[in-house]
């Protein structure tokens, strides 16, 4: 079966704008967490979606948001985008317990 | 605060030896550890996974050692190949309400030597 999707795998965009990343789990599962990948910070959790809720979140500001839809695909959401914003995001979804993740290939995001 | 660290930054290793990456951690409370492996452009991939009521498991050429003891993991990695090269990362399942919450370490460069 089909693995982790995101979507765009790459993005450019200017200090100020906001974006948005998309994460389809693998079919049945019903978590999606999202992590942001730099070379400094290394892989850092931003938070997880269960049944459309947020479960758990991570120490990043307001800027960085996220929802889930009721087919589990998730959405994250950066507002007012600055230079240190520029990662790969990478998104990972289990069956919704404490599980296996399994991750997508990322969104590299760029902040020019 | 706490945190769950790599020892070692970089690894190289002859084609053929065994590679064993290690990892500390330091929530005893912790109780689910995974491996990943990533690839340059790729995100993590999968290796291994293990409970804190178990001491090791095995899987594909890879073991997982736990020592809830001393707080530590370790990888190993028989008969190293060149397409094991990759940065090996471990990371520890925090989350709240038996969710998903990885808390990764640093990472380690495995290179393979032909």
């Known amino acids: 079966k089909a693995g982790v999707t995101q979507t765009p795998r790459y993005l450019i965009k200017t200090r100020g704008q906001q974006v948005t990343l998309s994460c389809s789990p693998i079919s049945g599962h019903r978590s999606v967490s999202w992590y942001q990948q730099t070379p400094g910070q290394g892989l850092q959790f931003l938070f997880e979606y269960f049944s459309e809720t947020q479960r758990n979140k991570g120490n990043f500001p307001g800027r960085f948001s996220g929802r889930q839809f009721s087919n589990s695909r998730s959405e994250m959401n950066v507002s007012t985008l600055e230079l240190g914003d520029s990662a790969l995001y990478l998104c990972a979804s289990t069956t919704g317990g404490n599980t296996e993740a399994f991750f997508g290939q990322g969104t590299r995001l760029t902040v020019v | 605060g706490e945190s769950v660290g790599l020892h070692l930054p970089t690894l190289s290793v002859q084609e053929g030896d065994n590679s064993i990456i290690n990892c500390a951690y330091s929530n005893s409370a912790s109780d689910y550890f995974i491996w990943y492996k990533q690839e340059s452009g790729k995100g993590p991939q999968f290796i291994i996974d293990?409970?804190?009521?178990?001491d090791k498991r095995q899987g594909q050429r890879v073991t997982v050692l736990l020592n809830k003891t001393v707080k530590h993991l370790s990888l190993q990695i028989a008969a190293t190949q060149p397409g094991d090269s990759a940065v090996y990362f471990c990371a520890e399942n925090r989350g709240n309400n038996a969710g998903n919450m990885l808390t990764f370490g640093g990472g380690t460069r495995l290179m393979v030597k032909p």
């Open positions: 293990i409970r804190s009521n178990m």
